[in-house]
């Protein structure tokens, strides 16, 4: 069948320079740490990060070498980065990756940086690490993810582990030996069930922390000599019979060898794509089909009677999404698609604010009530159709091909906009745009601390 694919991403990881890399990817690696500042900043108020700061002033080395976002505290590298993730990833605003099914930015983005402010590396270390991340998690997570998430399991914390620690052995100059150690020991770091999801719990945001510590002791014990598993990934007692099944390790096996031969052309990271909304990716296509009919129609939510949505079975069944409320807490809400669709109906918008202030609004529970998913098995993942029956007795009607889906993939002008947008809520106008030069200048900046010495507190 070919090289085992460790060995490969190993040699690819290596390699991978400012230089050498597509351009392309070089930018969208700027513009994925812009976001995931952006998003750790608009959710930074909110439930487990207050818990973790905690932590880490307890028992996190509290005085070390990594800042702590937002908080004006420094940390060890695991703690700061755990933190850091979580922020990002608190609200669900940060950015998707296809393959994985799930949010590489805040795992990827914030061990590099973290690594790389202890290590004093440059920007331009910093950006191949993270596109090296997330081509890794990608790349094993294309043809596995849909087995694995079916079985329970979620995209995020099962593959982040593999992007995490690939990133983080390139920041500490690891060769392909000990890249390929970093990423074969992830197999064992893999974790995370989806029924927090189910019920409304915080502990899907802590699985995001440990992933980060898992793929980062990954590198670092690589680099102090620790043998990874050379069968981590298809051995009998390996990732791919745990995690997807046996019946289906063959298929997958061979997807990855076909793989191989597009490694360096096409890139993980230019499949990822930003959230215009705060919440559930597998909500953010509805979300804006329904944006897209209650502004064409000028929809008043008061006459609403019934929102049906046609999806795939995947998006229907994925846990949390198809809760109609009543909501408790926003962890609630986050997944929920008739609560994503009440919120752009009523207020004709989704953002952290939503949750925080408008979690119990009547108007939007009355719309809530009134959506009706339908599984369609010819769907894919973005197939989405919806159907909005008012009152009054009108119907319109919606679906893929109205929207844009450049939406999600913009360019770097829409993604400054986001980025002062949701970082107004914590820092001043003069920092944010410090920010934002430095960020998008990463490759010329001597040491990433002149990044993070402007991320340590709000404004």
Known sequence: MGKPLIPKLAEFTEGLTVENADPGAVEKAKLCV????????????????????????????????ATVWDRGIRANPLFAAMHNAVLVHNMIHDDTNESCRGHLGNLVVSSVIALAETEGAAGADVLPAIV?????????????????????????????????????????????????????SAASLALGVMEPFNTGSQEWRLQNGMVVAGGMMAAM?????????????????????????????????????????????????NRAFFKPFSGCGYNQVACMIALKLVMKHDIDPRQVAKILVKVSPDNKDYPGVDFHGPFETADEALLSK?????????????????????????????????VE????????????????????GDTYDADLGSIDLGDFFPARDRMIDKFRFLAAQRLDPSRIEEIIDRVLNL?????????????????
């Open 132 to 184: 090296a991340g997330y081509e890794v998690a990608g790349r094993i997570a294309q043809p596995a993810a849909a087995h694995s998430v079916e079985r329970g399991f979620r995209g995020t914390s099962t593959y982040g582990a593999f992007g995490v620690a690939a990133a983080s052995g390139k920041v500490l100059g690891l060769k392909a030996e000990g890249l390929g150690h970093a990423i074969a």
């Open 373 to 392: 998913l339908i599984a369609d098995k010819g769907y894919g993942a973005l197939d989405t159709e919806i159907r909005i029956s008012t009152k009054k």
């Open 338 to 370: 008739p609560f994503a669709l009440g919120a752009v109906v009523v207020h004709r918008d989704l953002q952290v604010g939503t949750y925080r202030d408008h979690l119990n609004d009547p108007e939007i529970l009355e719309i809530a009530r009134s």
């Open 34 to 65: 812009l976001d995931a500042i952006a998003c750790a900043f608009a959710g930074a108020e909110a439930g487990l990060p207050e818990m973790l700061c905690n932590i880490t002033r307890s028992v996190g080395g509290e005085g070390a070498g």
């Open 221 to 269: 014990t690589a680099r102090e000599g620790l043998k990874g598993s050379g069968s981590a990934l298809e051995g009998d007692a390996g990732f791919l019979n745990a995690f997807c099944g046996r019946e289906v390790r063959p298929v997958i096996e061979k997807a990855w060898s076909d793989s191989i031969g597009s490694l360096g052309r096409e890139f993980e990271i």
């Open 443 to 459: 490759e010329r900046l001597g040491r990433i601390e002149d990044l993070t010495a402007l991320l340590a507190g709000g404004a």
